[in-house]
Antibody, heavy 120, light 110 residues
Framework: QVQLQESGPGLVKPSETLSLTCNVS????????WTWLRQSPGKGLEYLGYVYYTGTTNYNPSLKSRVTMSVDTSKNQFSLKLSSLTAADTAVYYCARDQSSYGSGTFDIWGQGTKVSVSS | QSVLTQPSSVSEAPRQRVTISCSGSTSNIGKNAVYWYQQFPGKAPTLLIY???ILPPGVSDRFSGSKSGTSASLAISGLQSEDEGDYYCAAWDDSLNVVVFGGGTKLTVL
């Protein structure tokens, strides 16, 4: 079955750029929308955006100027870059597969999540 | 403040039925499918209900979803202690062009 696994640094300094990768195993990335979400400590879920397997992206406007998502079909993985980090970006970051037709929210498979702290 | 509004907590006794409400607007729940996610402490969320009322394979039929206008509900019947956790509703928002979530509801089985 398809599994997702996030990887990246657990600690990043303020003003730096966070880079996370989500590896897709057990199936091809060349279908579906691939999504990033995050959950701040003790808070709810926040949608960051998606990258379609063709490379088409949609970002949360609240982050639009700071976020970049990309897909590498040859490696069966997709990535998130978030720049100009502040303490408010401290969160558990999840990658997820969206199996809906339009990337509208059917997150049927999730990674286990990776905790990212922004601190000097 | 979350775009979708859920009660912060609900509680009920074992074997009883509980409902969790989710209130939105015409730009999200009123026009688009509603999703429900279940999350246990330290774990990733899992899809519980999609397209308003459809259960993914493997989800117990004790869970059901419904929608009316700009509100949706998740019902859990025959409550069990293993149902304790956080429940989130979600929907695409046509105005914001993002998936929006409720703030989450913590379910306690007394």
């Amino acid at each position: 079955q398809v599994q997702l696994q996030e990887s990246g640094p657990g600690l990043v300094k303020p003003s730096e750029t966070l880079s996370l990768t989500c590896n897709v195993s057990g199936g091809s990335i060349s279908t579906y929308y691939w999504t990033w979400l995050r959950q701040s400590p003790g808070k709810g879920l926040e949608y960051l955006g998606y990258v379609y397997y063709t490379g088409t992206t949609n970002y949360n406007p609240s982050l639009k100027s700071r976020v970049t998502m990309s897909v590498d079909t040859s490696k069966n993985q997709f990535s998130l870059k978030l720049s100009s980090l502040t303490a408010a970006d401290t969160a558990v970051y999840y990658c997820a597969r969206d199996q809906s037709s339009y990337g509208s929210g059917t997150f049927d498979i999730w990674g286990q999540g990776t905790k990212v702290s922004v601190s000097s | 403040q979350s775009v979708l509004t859920q009660p912060s907590s609900v509680s009920e006794a074992p074997r009883q039925r509980v409902t969790i409400s989710c209130s939105g607007s015409t730009s999200n729940i009123g026009k688009n499918a509603v999703y429900w996610y279940q999350q246990f402490p330290g774990k990733a969320p899992t899809l519980l209900i999609y397209y308003d009322d459809i259960l993914p394979p493997g989800v117990s039929d004790r869970f059901s979803g419904s929608k009316s206008g700009t509100s949706a509900s998740l019902a859990i019947s025959g409550l069990q202690s293993e149902d304790e956790g956080d429940y989130y509703c979600a929907a695409w928002d046509d105005s914001l062009n993002v998936v929006v979530f409720g703030g989450g509801t913590k379910l306690t089985v007394l």
